[in-house]
Nanobody, 118 residues
Framework: QVRLVESGGGLVQSGGSLRLSCAASGRTVSIYRMGWFRQAPGKEREFVARITLNGGRTYYADSAKGRFTISRDNAKNTVYLQMNDLKPEDTAVYYC???????????WGQGTQVTVSS
């Protein structure tokens, strides 16, 4: 019911920055919050950051705190992840997801690759 499309990934050197975007379409009125997750090959998918679309309340994983910033533009139905001071361990496929009720990540994008070289 919600389609999510990530963009903005790429190759960057250690210490560099990237801004990821996630555009939502479909039943966007049903979205309560959106979040970013990442998964490296052979590893479990892990939470990165989330934001409520109404009040803009944010929450970050410890690995992202102080370096990453999640934001949203409700008029564009888009959420962003500004990533600064990137490290090789940030290399992963980054996925966005939407949650209709604050407890269920119901819809997922296809992901965008972020590669950080040393």
């Amino acid at each position: 019911q919600v389609r999510l499309v990530e963009s903005g990934g790429g190759l960057v050197q250690s210490g560099g920055s990237l801004r990821l975007s996630c555009a939502a379409s479909g039943r966007t009125v049903s979205i309560y919050r959106m979040g970013w997750f990442r998964q490296a090959p052979g590893k479990e998918r892990e939470f990165v950051a989330r934001i409520t679309l109404n009040g803009g309340r944010t929450y970050y994983a410890d690995s992202a705190k102080g370096r990453f910033t999640i934001s949203r533009d409700n008029a564009k139905n888009t959420v962003y992840l500004q990533m600064n001071d990137l490290k090789p361990e940030d290399t992963a496929v980054y996925y966005c997801a939407s949650d209709p009720n604050g407890s269920t990540w119901s819809d997922w994008g296809q992901g965008t690759q972020v590669t950080v070289s040393s």
